[in-house]
């Protein structure tokens, strides 16, 4: 059996969906739950032609509330599991994942956004930020990587595992199903190679010894009897949540020291963003740039300071707003103005953003 | 004139759909009569559909679904149109753009008449930047999955970051699978920008040379 995917590092010419198989490959994921949803289908087609290889497993289930709930129970068993899914399987998703922050099971979710609501368009949006981040009856404890490129796809699908084994709250690999079917080169690697530790998982049950003589009893719960009890479960994974989100946090911020004007966006519309920044950069504009890597958690405190100073904020995604409300409840209090473009499930180009820009300033 | 029909199968996004359209143009520009048909039933996403009217443009008869008749595409499959079914009775060259992988090299028996066809070449487009097909055993084992085949295409690249050394060097690995397979290498496609790496038209190894225009990437949906 091959022992590894990638010795080294080379360059290769990917889809997106291959990227994230190859990187959980890569990032010695062990199992791979699913079921079939446009745009995410290559990250199982592609995940099980080289599951064999490699000694992984897969198991399709009959639905995503199955895949979710088979996923949590890979990761209690001691193995590094993962999913994906889109649209209205993030939907059906919703209960495993939230049961997942619930019971700080370390299950990987990555997510291909499509249009919506409900089954709307196979192709692409960012339409699905409110509910990844927030989703599910809870408080939201999960960490959201919102990826813009194929080689943060192979870097976040990889870093997701160890985060979520880290901090065991639930990760998400947010893409698009324009990232998903994209092709682009990308320098896949062994992490090992790059210095990355991966973190080992361990089983959560049927550890070894006697219980009540070698060891503690192993009592999982997402059920509580008083409204006490739940209170004092929730405050204190807040609490721990907070602790370490800044360790978790991350954010691209680029010529925002002495803007007039930040262009804030997330994802694969981060791309035209840059490329607007840059061009007006070139005519003598003074355009800012931040992009969220994190959308949970939010780098909110990083953000404030960059509205508090340049006054202005462009925010552009292809949603109308979901990613708007993540801003404005991150940088409230700030005087900064806040102008738009919305494209709920269309894409947005660099000439949009430059268009708008130069009508306003 | 000899009728040539040619399809074009091979790896998922290993360049069937760009070769397809190239070579069409390439025909056409030569005063030939040239249909060029969409057969890709395996992924919605990158086919003829966005551009269908641009290739008209340039002189080609394209068959090709318009998106806004179909239902479900990417959901509920896709279907063949009648035209399709049909194609190989249309006159002049026939070139078809096949859907990815060993499900793809099937619809062939869709086409009336293809497998009796004795004009029809079969040629199968290899990127070795693709994973899949990085090495010699994995393009030989991916070749012999997918029935007949008459010929390999090397379509090495890495998008935006091909270099000439990267193409010469899929050349050789294509060569070799090539020799194997016991099957002659067709050509050695390259991106209008290296063109001018390539004076004699040929490759290092001496394969002629099909330079590429880049149509694709605008065809997402």
């Known amino acids: ?361 | 004139m000899q009728r040539l029909v040619e399809a074009y199968i091979g790896e998922y996004a290993s360049g069937k759909s760009e070769n397809a359209i190239n070579r069409a143009i390439e025909l056409a520009r030569q005063g030939r009569k040239v249909t060029l048909v969409d057969l890709d039933l395996v992924e919605p996403f990158y086919t003829l559909r966005p551009i269908q009217d641009e290739l008209r443009q340039l002189g080609i008869d394209v068959v090709a679904w318009e998106t806004r008749n179909t239902m479900g595409l990417g959901e509920a499959g896709n279907i063949l149109k009648p035209e399709m079914k049909w194609v190989l009775r249309r006159e002049g060259d026939i070139i078809m753009d096949i859907g990815y992988g060993v499900e793809g090299a099937k619809t062939l028996n869709l086409v009336e008449g293809a497998l009796t066809d004795p004009d029809l070449k079969v040629f199968a487009v290899i990127n070795v930047s693709r994973p899949m097909t990085f090495s010699i055993p994995d393009i030989i084992e991916h070749v012999q999955g997918m029935g007949l085949v008459q010929g390999l295409l090397n379509n090495t690249h890495l998008g935006d970051d091909t270099t000439a050394d990267v193409i010469e060097a899929g050349a050789e690995v294509v060569a070799e699978a090539a020799r194997l397979l016991n099957l002659p290498v067709v050509a050695t496609s390259v991106d209008e920008r290296l063109a001018a790496h390539f004076p004699g038209g040929v490759d290092r190894l001496g394969h002629p040379v099909r330079i590429l225009r880049r149509f694709m990437p605008k065809a997402f949906w």
């Open chain 1, 1 to 361: 059996m091959a022992e590894k995917p990638i010795q080294g590092e080379r360059k290769a010419f990917l889809t997106g969906n291959e990227v994230v198989a190859y990187a959980a490959v890569a990032g010695e994921a062990d199992i791979m739950y699913g079921y079939p949803i446009t745009p995410q289908n290559e990250i199982m087609h592609y995940w099980t032609r080289m599951a064999p290889k490699y000694g992984k497993r897969f198991l399709q289930t009959e639905d995503e509330l199955s895949a979710g709930f088979t996923t949590l129970g890979g990761v209690l068993s001691g193995a590094k599991a993962f999913t994906a899914t889109a649209g209205p399987g993030n939907t059906l998703m919703q209960e495993p994942m939230s049961m997942a922050e619930m019971m700080r099971i370390p299950a990987v979710f990555v997510i291909q956004q499509r249009g919506g609501p409900s089954t709307a368009t196979v192709i692409y949006s960012q339409q699905e930020v409110t509910m990844t981040t927030y989703g599910g009856n809870g408080e939201g404890f999960r960490v959201v990587y919102s990826t813009a490129t194929h080689q943060d796809l192979f870097d976040y699908t990889i870093k997701a595992f160890n985060t979520a084994w880290k901090y065991r709250f639930p990760t998400f690999v947010l893409g698009d199903g324009y990232q998903a079917k994209m092709r682009e080169s990308v320098t896949i690697y062994d992490p090992q190679a790059r210095g990355i530790e991966l973190i080992k998982p361990t089983p959560y049950l049927g550890k070894p010894g006697s219980i009540g003589k070698d060891r503690e009893v192993t009592h999982m719960r997402n059920t509580y009897n008083t409204e006490e009890e739940l209170y004092e479960v929730v405050m204190s994974m807040a609490k721990e949540y907070d602790s370490v989100a800044p360790e978790i946090v991350e954010f691209d911020a680029r010529e925002v020291d002495d803007a007039e004007i930040v262009i804030v966006s997330h994802g694969v519309v981060s791309r035209a963003a840059l490329s607007a920044m840059l061009e007006l950069r070139g005519a003598g504009y003074k355009v800012g740039y931040f992009r969220p890597v994190t959308l949970r958690p939010f780098p909110g405190d990083q953000l404030r300071k960059v509205a508090d100073n340049a006054k202005r904020l462009l925010v552009v995604e292809s949603a109308l707003g979901q990613f708007n409300k993540l801003v404005q409840t991150n940088i409230y209090g700030s005087a900064a103005t806040i102008d738009t473009i919305f494209k709920p499930g269309v894409g947005v180009t660099s000439e949009e953003i430059v268009a708008k820009i130069k009508a306003t300033l």
